[in-house]
């Protein structure tokens, strides 16, 4: 069942996390004048720290540590934040006392209005999203792009009206906590190994991925790709229309690469889209992005001659294979956002010169084998810092890649690399790792990585 605005109005709702996330549905709930308990676990925090984050005038209690059952049992909703896992005692407890638990983008959805066009997957979520809010702002005044892509969508859904439209990335972390979620276009861009220390299983990470569609009727859509063996057999049992997207071969009906044009078969007419020299995006995983996102923006009613142009004029977005500088003749590369082994891959086999890669960081609990072995003889050195550094050494070394190097942070990494590049090679921050324990997130890593560059670029100078 749907709320609407009104609905919450004086209800007691926990706001569990109190990061971005959790401000944002703080201001959401105190906009529409929930009765707002701001609860984090960690009683080391400062109650005055998180206080001076609350919007102006918010009347939020606070709570830090212990969760009462008192608490919980006058509780009308509790709202999680997608860092917090489903399955710690606090959150169970919840569950147990039969209070209503929705996610950041559930509550967004249910105060919001609009057509919602959302994107999940294990990797090109943030370039596929950033091309269809382009997309869709050339073809509508009202469009929000929101999600992990850093815009809250609790900080949009109140300014939403009808006619607008709602381009949201959205994790699984995410996906666990949606009710009634349907948006009108979905799509799943692939599924690889990832986040197996939140959802301990593959089984498990690929159900929560495909709930993105959990609320779809056929009258909907859901965009997939077709070269994903998991995908290909969820199209069969997937709730809305499915149409597929390819870079291997030619697809009867869907949108798919033949040589350097993407093509759109609808059936009774094939388009084309645009050609792949005619983009900015390079390397085939970048066109299956924009595959997928023309694919979003067809189902939605946007014409060829929009999407095309759009696609014609974007650029990559920050921190994915993201060209830095070149230094005496060395090209240096940030792919922060490379936070996962397939991810990684990407950002490797997208080389054209002989690279020294930068990778390591948090241990999600991934194999890096795979990883190792497309380097297919283009790294020269692979640099490792953070927590998995010695984990992935031991993989190379197994794979019979001995050229690793152990450094003590990022800019050590990026020194060494420095002293041990030739004119004509790369070096390529593409750690495979996420970047928690050693920065806030990825794009922190990046430009961090952008800055230790640039001063080495100066001193040139």
Not at 34 to 56: C, M, S, T
Not at 219 to 234: M, S, T
Request: negative net charge.
């Amino acid at each position: 069942m749907n709320l609407n605005r009104e609905d919450l109005r004086g209800k007691k709702v926990l706001v569990f996390g109190s990061g971005i996330s959790g401000m944002g549905a703080v201001k959401l709930l105190d906009q529409v004048g929930a009765r707002i308990l701001l609860y984090d676990g960690n009683e080391n925090l400062e109650e005055e720290d998180i206080r001076r984050k609350l919007p102006e005038g918010c009347s939020a209690q606070i709570l830090l540590g212990e969760l009462p059952d008192d608490v919980i049992e006058s509780l009308d909703l509790a709202v999680m934040s997608p860092g917090v896992p489903q399955d710690i005692p606090p959150v169970l407890r919840l569950k147990e006392k039969g209070v209503r638990i929705w996610g950041e983008v559930e509550l967004a959805y249910q105060m919001g209005k609009g057509k919602v066009l959302a994107i999940t997957g294990t990797n090109g979520k943030t370039t596929t999203t950033a091309l269809l809010g382009e997309i869709m702002k050339a073809y509508s005044d009202s469009v929000f792009v929101v999600g992990n892509i850093g815009n809250a969508y609790t900080g949009a859904a109140l300014d939403t009206q009808e006619d607008s439209y709602v381009v949201a990335e959205i994790s699984s972390f995410q996906l666990e906590t949606i009710e009634s979620f349907a948006p009108k276009v979905s799509a799943i861009l692939n599924i690889t190994e990832d986040h197996l220390n939140r959802h301990h299983t593959m089984e498990e990470y690929i159900r929560v991925k495909e709930l993105i569609t959990a609320n779809q009727t056929k009258e909907d859509f859901c965009i997939l790709n077709y070269e994903d063996p998991v995908l290909r057999r969820f199209g069969d049992a997937c709730p809305a229309t499915t149409v597929f997207f390819s870079s291997e071969r030619r697809l009867g009906r869907g949108i798919f690469l033949e040589g350097d044009r993407i093509l759109l078969r609808t059936g009774e007419e094939e388009l084309e889209i645009v050609k792949t020299d005619e983009l900015y995006l390079l390397g085939k995983h970048n066109y299956e992005n924009v595959m997928a996102a023309a694919a979003m923006a067809w189902c939605a009613g946007v014409p060829v001659e929009v999407i095309r142009r759009t696609a014609m004029e974007f650029r990559a977005v920050p921190h994915r294979i993201e060209f830095v500088e070149e230094i005496d003749g060395v090209a240096y590369y940030n792919d922060s956002k490379g936070t996962n082994p397939d991810a990684a891959i990407k950002g490797i086999q997208a080389m054209k010169r002989p690279t020294l890669l930068i990778g390591g960081g948090y241990d999600k609990e991934s194999s890096y084998e795979e990883w190792i072995r497309a380097f297919d003889g283009k790294v020269r050195y692979l640099v490792l810092i953070g927590q998995t550094r010695e984990k992935i050494e031991k993989a190379a070394h197994e794979c019979g890649f001995y050229d690793t190097i152990l450094a003590e942070d990022l800019e050590e990494a990026v020194k060494i690399c420095a002293e041990k590049a030739r004119k004509g090679d790369a070096v390529l921050l593409s750690p495979a790792c996420a970047s928690w324990g050693q920065f806030d997130n990825y794009e922190q890593r990046g430009d961090k990585f952008k800055e230790y560059v640039r001063n080495m670029k100066k001193k040139e100078n």
